[in-house]
């Protein structure tokens, strides 16, 4: 499979087929048992979480609470995830509490999370909004590849629009996103390429606006003529 | 950011208010005054010079143990084994107190107190990596380990360090080692203002650098939640954050020891007994896993720790009614339920709104 850029590829499948274990090894997660991953002419099938952050990489967990925030902590240290060890927000190690503050708001204003303030520890905060503070995190810093693993589960209608949204966005801005989903209509309407994932492959290639639902059905059933 | 609200201090007084009717039953029930026990209490913590001087002297190893376990709790590592550090790091101070002679006074001080906080985050060395490479929990093994302490330092006092051929001692530490006492007929040294240092240190350190970020990123809770799925993700090593976490609870371990040794004990002997590491669990949870509010903890409880032992002298009340008090004390403090239920005033919640205006 290959991603360009400009484009949603979206991965459709039933649940326990491969999906999750796909996006771990792409996100460092999980060492590839064989196989290359080429990233602008680079092999990262290898590589550490860290380093596949730092080429602008970003990754939208399907575990949100565990995965994608530590919910003891507060919402800024939560924003800041991908952002801490450099100016701006920190030089030399040490915190400018102030830039910290001005970044960590207007994300909260920029994707909408409903909050009195940051300071807040984020296990308070509603589902929808917790993931709207991966969401912010994780397209803050104009990431070049999305990998969005179940980005709207969990998430009440219309958040799940917002975020279908920021992505469409990421993809006409020119980056690359690779949508993760259990949800058979999200990835319809949102992808322009989707493959049926089977078995641990991807068994078919097709166009969602040329395929129906229940010939979706069959490819997601291993059925491929 | 700021984790202490308004609502945490009226359940503090909420608690306190509880504690003392409950104190007024029990004494009252064991045949004592309560109101001259509270007068003895409040004079043998707060009352003069000496009493002032005690109380601090009391809160200092608090400050450094209840530090030492908040560390390791927003680590993410569930460190109950600070006593440990403490014994070994008080041994092993103790005998470089007397072992290096020909040095100044601070440099044998400064030479000593590393010593002593270098033992003690070797002792949780083993803990911490058996909890990353092996999986043992990490609480299992810091109880045990205490235990383990206990018999090690006695069998130390009374083989290879001992000194005193009547008890099992070691030699007294050289001059040029002690903290100094500053105020007459009280053990109150120098080392109290190193363990408020310390821990203002450690408050800089975890909440304004990326260095304590990291740390946290893993924890920041009262549950341990190592290994975080959260600081791998975010590319953080939680591993090492794990160990670097516990040997600096096991240093500030270890610092404590040396202080009880350097600045009030002067020898190390094997019946010296420590429990001021079990106090820090209470006290670190009390300061809200804030070292801040450790310190102020600590004070508090170093005075009535002090007031007890006043109590102690003059009436029949056992100084043991001050753990009792405090327990009791804890228990309420850290009922949630309670301060939830405290939400539904809509006075509680206006006053909690403005006391705890964020800057962010």
Partial sequence: ?225 | MDKFSFKDVLVTFAGLFITTLVAWVLITSTGNNPSEVAKYLYEGGFKGTRNIANSLYQATPLILTATATLISFRVGMFNIGINGSMYVGALYAGWAGYRFTNLGHLSHVTLCILIGMTVGALWMLLPALLRVYAGVSEIISTIILNFVAVLFVSYMANGPFRADPIAPATARILETAELKQIFPNSQFNTGFFIAVIVAILAHFVLNKTTFGYELRSGGDGLVGVYPSRFSSYLGIPSDRSAIIGMLISGALGGLAGAIEVLGAVRYFFQELEFNQGFDGILIGILGKLEPIGAIIASLFYGAIKNGGFFVDYKTDVAREIIIVLISILIFFVSAQKIVKGLEKYPIVKKLDSFFSRKKM
């Fill in chain 1, 1 to 225: 499979m290959s991603i360009k850029e400009g484009e949603i590829v979206g991965i459709a499948g039933v649940e326990g087929n491969g999906q999750t274990e796909l996006v771990e090894a792409l996100t460092g997660l999980r060492k590839a048992s064989r196989g290359k991953i080429m990233y602008l002419g680079e092999d990262i099938a290898s590589s550490t979480p860290k380093n596949i952050r730092r080429k602008k990489i970003a990754h939208i967990p399907e575990d949100r609470t565990n995965t994608g925030l530590n919910t003891q902590l507060s919402i800024w240290e939560n924003l800041i995830g991908n952002s801490y060890f450099r100016k701006p927000l920190s030089s030399k190690g040490i915190f400018n509490l102030k830039k910290v503050a001005k970044h960590a708001n207007k994300l909260k204003e920029d994707f909408d999370i409903r909050s009195p303030n940051v300071s807040l520890k984020v296990k308070s905060l509603s589902g929808g909004n917790q993931q709207k503070v991966v969401v912010a995190r994780e397209l803050s810093e104009d990431p070049t590849l999305t990998i969005a693993s179940q980005p709207t589960r969990g998430v009440d209608i219309g958040n799940i629009e917002a975020i279908h949204e920021q992505l469409v966005q990421m993809r006409d801005e020119g980056g690359a996103v690779l949508l993760v989903s259990a949800e058979l209509d999200e990835v319809m309407a949102v992808a322009d390429r989707v493959g049926v994932m089977y078995e641990g492959q991807i068994v078919k290639w097709v166009n969602p606006k040329e395929v129906d639902q229940s010939q979706m059905g069959l490819y997601m059933a291993g059925v491929t003529e």
